[in-house]
């Protein structure tokens, strides 16, 4: 009786984890939404890449301060997205989720200012509810900055 009642329990326990309730963050949903953002930024839909941010979501680009907040985050995109209207490529080599955060390996590609640039980045994102609630950005910023002159 004991066995069947632990089993009986387990079988709770598991049947609860794959609820829809506690499923929502699934490594392909996260997936799905780092895809709209990659989509948005290459139609220049600076709008959209702010709302895929949570309320209090955090853009940290990791040579300049963070920006917080989805008014600050659109502000700080749509100001850099006037450089580049026809929208930023992100050329991802590799994306997955590990340990819950959304890691893509990519090449920027852009025309900003009527000059053409590329740069290597990786980006971390942290979804939860189908939101970002950190975006980390890595890359070199000498690069960037020669990219963005055209260089």
Do not use: C
């Amino acid at each position: 009786m004991r066995r069947l009642t632990a089993a009986l329990v387990a079988g709770a326990i598991l049947m609860g984890a794959a609820s829809p309730a506690l499923a929502g963050d699934t490594d392909a949903s996260r997936i799905a939404v780092a895809r709209e953002m990659i989509a948005a930024w290459k139609s220049a839909d600076w709008r959209k890449v702010a709302d895929l941010f949570a309320e209090d979501g955090v853009l940290r680009s990791m040579m300049l301060e963070p920006v917080a907040g989805r008014p600050a985050i659109y502000a700080r995109i749509a100001a850099l997205g006037k450089g580049a209207p026809d929208g930023v490529t992100l050329d991802v080599a590799h994306i997955g989720v590990i340990d819950g955060l959304v890691f893509i390996e990519r090449t920027d590609r852009f025309v900003y200012n009527g000059h053409p640039g590329a740069v290597p980045v990786v980006g971390v994102l942290d979804i939860r509810d189908g939101k970002v609630r950190e975006w980390r950005e890595y890359y070199d910023r000498a690069s960037l900055e020669k990219a963005l002159r055209g260089q």
